[in-house]
């Protein structure tokens, strides 16, 4: 099937401004859907507020695009009611890990068989370029006019910790990478979390004197490198990028399935 | 005995009731004095294969069962003060987006953490108001294990009909009182099923462009429609749109299909209201000591009648005025600050002869409460 196929037409022009880094999340996902030759039918993708979660809007899935912070529970609640169902959950940073953080270590820990995308642009961009709680210390945003005090958290090691089985990250310099990768997440199964580095030149770059959003996916370029490389333990300020984690556990449904067994040989 | 009669809890009545109406999914998140329902759920829905989640909180809890929902299922989640307010939002969206469920909320004393174990009717008006922005809600409620029964069932059938969270406001008196429950044979009570579109594969199908009745045909997710589900002002295909025509017809629509139903929506009892001078209106465990009080003094020559409502949401304004509109005198008896009240004085031509009879101590009101009130609206002093 053709990318074009996966898109809904009707609802372009898209929101998002030049040089956002959410066309190429979108372009990456749908060439991996594309590639594991899934059916539109199967697909549910949920997202939540913020311009992330816009990207369910032009995907020709069963779409529900929900309130801020909670897809993952909406997700739940679609996943755990019919388990064949693949679930598509991609979020931005202050979604999944500000107002949603909650849902998003609970999802992980269940190990339900989602695929969380965290669009990380280190920014609230749809309110005007407010800090988010991956802005990172000593960074500028509108809600930061004298800088940033906050620390920021590494999302690969929060979903570790949390128990996702499937951890990775990449960024939009990187889109062979990012269809690999998403590709391999919708596979898993279990909770998947690939967090994709998206420039938001509008804000964050503005606010950070970043340049372009060509000038800001070389930084990618530049300050990333594959996990366990050379390159990290001479410069450990290097960002790590590749699949962190990929194991095999019990996946939620499947769990639920046995105490539905259980049950049911319990009245007989 | 007879296997369908049951000696149990108003919880327990709620959870029969549920199942009866073809629960097939819940979430929650543990708070008194709800638990029960949570807990008696997570045994029997997996019996049935039917699915119980414990989700990480109230918000979550909301937000999964609208998620199932839309894949077709009949869902509930079941909560008290605390985690209905955590409950808002998501529930602003389900109205928003037109999806069917169920919400128990098992009245306990607030605000805030307030008093988990005792009795209140405080939520009143947060059920019908909790969430931002106009909009119309469905709230019912009971008295007696009978009636949380049916009501329960009710609850289901009306979220189907006019594809709306409905709220089921109990309180701790009922949720934890035992009593006798008569389990209705099948077929014995109507079950709506969801209506589904007849729009074949490959046909545009238009998931928020209402038939000429009103209603709109839903279809599961993981069918062969694929459309959006949205908290925004949406057209008819479910995406985002902020025309000031869509605006203002998504939201009269929101509004008017459930004000335009309210003879079908409301349910109520009346006792000896014929002739009553004396009229007492109440609801869920109030009603209990209204109608007992009633019992009382109607053999004793006293001319009072009992309306009992069980739909407080929308508030059937034209009940109330038909059947008390010739009272000499109206009680309003509820365990709040008078929430109910407002609504019958806003309705009554002559608000002046409608009194409250109130506890909002936590403990439950009782006939000598309202005796009480009474005498000291007919000038007899307590």
């Known amino acids: ?268 | 005995m007879s296997d369908n009669i049951k000696f149990l809890q108003g919880n327990e009545a709620c959870v029969e009731g549920a199942l009866y109406a073809g629960l097939e999914f819940f979430a929650g998140y543990p708070i008194t004095p709800s638990t029960e329902i949570a807990e008696l759920l997570a045994y029997r829905l997996p019996q049935r294969g039917g699915r119980f989640i414990q989700m990480e909180d109230e918000i979550a809890s909301m937000c999964a069962i609208i998620g199932a929902s839309l894949t077709g299922r009949k869902v509930m989640t079941a909560t008290s003060g605390p985690g209905f307010s955590l409950m808002q939002e998501a529930l602003g969206y389900a109205i928003m987006a037109e999806i069917p469920c169920v919400i128990v909320n098992v009245q306990r004393g607030g605000p805030s953490t307030g008093i988990p174990t005792h009795v209140s009717q405080g939520d009143v008006n947060q059920a019908r108001w909790g969430t931002h922005g106009d909009h119309a809600v469905v709230t019912l409620t009971a008295s007696n294990h009978q009636d949380v029964f049916a009501m329960t069932v009710e609850a289901f059938n009306i979220a189907e009909t006019y594809r709306t969270p409905v709220i089921l406001l109990f309180d701790e008196v009922v949720g934890h009182m035992r009593e006798q429950l008569v389990v209705p044979q099948e077929g014995e009570l109507a079950l709506v099923e969801r209506l589904r579109t007849a729009v074949k594969a490959g046909v545009d199908y238009h998931p928020y462009l209402p038939r000429e009745d009103g209603r709109l045909p839903m279809s599961d997710f993981g069918g062969i429609h694929r459309y959006n589900v949205t908290g925004l002002f949406h057209d008819m295909w479910g995406f985002p749109s902020d025309k000031p025509q869509v605006v203002h017809d998504l939201i009269r629509h929101l509004v008017d299909k459930i004000n335009n139903n309210v003879n079908q929506i409301t349910k109520y009892k009346s006792y000896y209201l014929d002739d009553a001078e004396f009229i007492l209106i109440s609801y869920g465990a109030s009603a209990r000591s209204a109608l007992h009080l009633v019992e009382y003094l109607r053999p004793r020559g006293e001319r009072i009648g009992l309306l009992e409502l069980q739909t407080l949401w929308p508030f059937p304004d034209y009940l109330v005025r038909e059947k008390c509109g010739h009272a000499k005198y109206v009680i309003v008896v509820e365990m709040n600050m008078g929430q109910i009240l407002q609504e019958v004085r806003r309705v009554m031509d002559q608000p002046q002869k409608v009194f409250l009879a109130n506890r909002i101590d936590g403990v439950f009101i009782t006939p000598m409460d309202i005796r009480n009130i009474m005498r000291v609206v007919q000038g007899k002093g307590v």
């Open chain 1, 1 to 268: 099937m053709a990318i074009k196929e996966y898109i809904r037409e009707r609802f372009f022009p898209h929101i998002w401004c030049p040089g956002c880094g959410h066309g190429i999340v979108l372009n990456s996902l749908l060439r991996a859907i594309e590639k594991l030759g899934m059916s539109k039918n199967e697909i549910v993708m949920v997202s939540g507020i913020g311009c992330s979660s816009r990207i369910s809007g032009y995907v020709d899935f069963h779409t529900l695009h929900t309130i801020h912070g909670r897809a993952l529970a909406f997700a739940t609640g679609v996943k755990l009611s019919r388990p064949e169902l693949n679930l598509i959950v991609p979020m931005g940073d202050g979604d999944a890990l500000a107002i949603g953080g909650n849902h998003f270590i609970h999802a992980a820990r269940r190990n339900i068989d989602i695929t969380a995308i965290v669009m990380n642009n280190r920014i609230y961009g749809m309110t005007g370029g407010q800090y988010s709680p991956l802005s990172g210390y000593g960074t500028m945003a509108t809600t930061a006019p004298y800088t940033n005090i906050d620390h920021s958290f590494d999302t690969v090691q929060l979903a570790m910790a949390a128990g996702a089985t499937f951890v990775a990250r990449t960024t939009t310099y990187h889109v062979q990478q990012m269809t690999k990768i998403f590709r391999e997440a919708v596979l898993h199964e279990g909770f998947s979390v690939v967090e994709v580095l998206s420039q938001c030149p509008t804000y964050f770059g503005r606010k950070n004197r970043l340049g372009t959003a060509v000038d800001m996916m070389e930084q990618y370029k530049n300050n990333t490198t594959p996990v366990g490389s050379k390159a990290k333990k001479e410069n450990p300020d290097l960002i790590e990028r590749g699949i962190f984690v990929q194991k095999e556990l019990p996946e939620y449904c499947h769990e639920y399935d046995k105490i539905i067994e259980r049950a049911m040989q319990k009245i007989t």
